[in-house]
């Protein structure tokens, strides 16, 4: 229908408007085409990173349908399409916990990106257990040098 519109608007201009808006149509076109074939895995936009599917499709036949999980990827509701997805502050690993309870989260996605850009959880990280913290590892992932960590998150020790 889009098209059609913009045949009726492209008929309606005078010959040399009418070039140079088939000629930015032709480049927006191929911008788009080449958009597709972005990546070394080929088309990226209909991919998530492949640590997170491993980890999402590990994820899909082990924990609760219903669970809540804190992720930053906006393609997990593909691969866990029942569970509640919560996205994670930017705070510490205890102020994360006391959120991670408030809104009854009960997995954490550490993925590389939310590594990058929530670096006062990276303590998360060091293979310690910190489940006196509120959160278990429950499973590790390593794909092309990326690793995603999940946690469940577990009462915390009292202090």
Known sequence: ALAVLAGI???RLS???RRWWVAI???ASVCS???YFEGPHGPSFVRERPDLQVAARWMRGRIDPNATVMTRSTALPYYLPTNRLLVPPVTDVAHLY???RFHHAKYLIFDP???LW???LASLLDGRDHSSEGFKTLHTVRVEDRTTVIFEVVPAAST
Do not use: I, M, S, W
């Open 9 to 11: 608007g492209l008929a």
């Open 15 to 17: 010959p040399k408007p």
């Open 25 to 27: 149509g032709l480049v």
């Open 33 to 35: 085409l080449l958009t």
């Open 98 to 100: 006391r959120y991670a």
């Open 113 to 115: 990106p939310t590594q």
């Open 118 to 120: 929530r670096p006062d």
